[in-house]
């Protein structure tokens, strides 16, 4: 017998992404109500309350509805949106975040999936924060670039169309100028950062794809902390993780180059450190597809753990 799976919202980009990886698995039977009816409360409900699991791929508010709507204990509900990621009746989904999560996860009947945008920082900052070789009231501020695909289908429609206009036709763009980002609420809790700290959001001119920088100060850290100290405790958090990587520390390392892009398609974070010894500085690099480990990609990672699948099934 398969595990019925509907995608409530399957029409938008993370939607069609996930029913993509999904739609060659024998394990599972994807269920939806025909076209026409597809925005209609009543089909919605009616396919809501007969999955297996249900995967919300929608704006807040009708994420919101559709968890309403299900009035069946049986089905296990995984939320793409922003409405329940800092919500303490649903589990975070970052199996990453520290060596239990993945187990609370699995138990779990609401599970909420990350932002793009906060993975990489946070799975950078928990660890420094919980072995307390830096503050919870450091002053965090992160800068991050993201592929136009992070903005949906408008501004999908937008960078791709015949004649661009605007700031489409630039090669990248800085917004969020109101330092109100809406994943900095989720980025602040489940970094375990006791201070709020600045997001720095831009869009850059290619498909998808996403890196983030966070810097360091280490006169500022834990006293006597070096920048191999940092690496050894993100090397032994993510000792064995499936998707995640901690790469070589980089020491003074005057010509290396990191891209957005070289992650597309894939369910892998790099973590990087890179160390200017001579000037006591620390920078914190992240890389993933927004589109892989950023949405839909960590929506099939926490469906499998929810299923008690092998988490890399169909990734």
């Not at 831009?202 to 850290?221: I, K, N, T, W, Y």
């Not at 990191?258 to 450190?273: H, Q, S, W």
């Amino acid at each position: 017998m398969t595990t019925k799976v509907f995608i409530d919202g399957n029409a938008g980009t993370t939607g069609l992404q996930i029913a993509g990886r999904l739609s060659k698995r024998p394990d599972l039977t994807l269920i939806q109500p025909d076209e026409a009816h597809r925005k209609d409360p009543a089909a919605r409900a009616e396919f809501l309350n007969k999955a297996d699991v249900a995967i919300l791929c929608l704006p807040d508010d009708a994420a919101r509805e559709s968890v309403s709507l299900i009035e069946s204990n049986s089905v296990r509900v995984l939320d793409a949106s922003t409405a329940h990621r800092t919500n303490p009746d649903w589990v975070y989904g970052l199996p990453e975040m520290d060596k239990t999560h993945a187990a609370k996860i699995a138990a779990s009947r609401r599970v909420s999936n990350p932002g793009c945008y906060p993975t990489g920082p946070i799975l950078l900052l928990r660890p420094l924060v919980e072995e307390g070789l830096i503050p919870a009231d450091y002053a965090v501020s992160i800068s991050a670039v993201s592929g136009y695909t992070g903005g949906g289908r408008q501004m999908i429609e937008a960078f791709e169309a015949e004649k661009p206009e605007g700031i489409y036709t630039q090669a990248h763009h800085i917004y969020g100028l109101s330092l109100e980002h809406k994943h900095i609420p989720e980025l602040q809790q489940h970094a375990g950062l006791g201070r709020r700290p600045v997001l720095l959001p831009s869009v850059g001119r290619f498909r998808q794809g996403m890196v983030a920088e966070l810097p360091l100060f280490l006169d500022l850290c834990r006293d006597g902390v070096k920048a191999k100290d940092i690496h050894d405790a993100l090397t032994a958090r993510f000792e064995g993780c499936r998707f995640v990587r901690v790469q070589p520390l980089q020491e003074n390392a005057g010509s290396a180059r990191v891209g957005a892009e070289y992650l597309n398609d894939t369910n892998y974070v790099d973590l990087y450190v890179f160390a200017n010894d001579k000037r006591g500085q620390v920078l914190l690099v992240s890389v993933l597809d927004n589109l892989g480990k950023g949405a839909s990609g960590a929506a099939v990672q926490n469906m499998n753990i929810m299923l008690g699948e092998a988490e890399d099934l169909g990734l």
